[in-house]
């Protein structure tokens, strides 16, 4: 947990619209995976960073300069988003390479991923999580 990938996270607006695809590949950090019995293949929740302070609200969590740096992430104010995520299969080809060569940009420091984790599952409990599921057979 904790990576950051770059994929085409489809916003839960695009996905109201009729849209399948996201408008642009994003970085999203990996925030829980999970191995299924049957078949060995893993599902990632993806939530997605983004630089709009409009979509940030009081759930958002803002990456600390430090960490974007590390990450290889731009200079601009980012905030990881809390309030929905994707569920993909993670052989999902909208997961592309972050940078030349590179599948992952890095790691969120721990305290984020419990941050956001702690978060994400907690809206998940109150029914307040917006979940877009992607994985192939789920329409």
Not at 89 to 107: C, E, F, N, R, T
Not at 110 to 127: N, P, Q, S, W
Request: one cysteine or more; charged letters at 25%; aromatic letters at 8%.
């Amino acid at each position: 947990m904790g990576q950051i990938v770059r994929y085409d996270y489809l916003w839960r607006d695009e996905q109201l619209q009729g849209k399948i695809e996201g408008t642009k590949e994003r970085p999203c950090a990996v925030i829980v995976a999970v191995q299924s019995q049957n078949d060995g293949s893993f599902t990632v929740l993806l939530a997605p960073i983004t630089h709009s302070s409009k979509q940030a609200n009081n759930a958002a969590i803002i990456i600390p300069e430090q960490a974007k740096t590390i990450k290889g992430l731009d200079e601009d104010q980012s905030w990881l988003l809390t309030t929905e995520v994707n569920a993909v299969s993670w052989l999902d080809p909208g997961i592309v390479p972050a940078k030349k060569g590179q599948w992952i940009y890095g790691y969120l420091p721990r305290g984020i991923v419990r941050k956001a984790v702690d978060t994400i599952l907690k809206f998940g409990r109150e029914k307040k999580l917006k979940t877009i599921d992607r994985r192939e057979g789920t329409d």
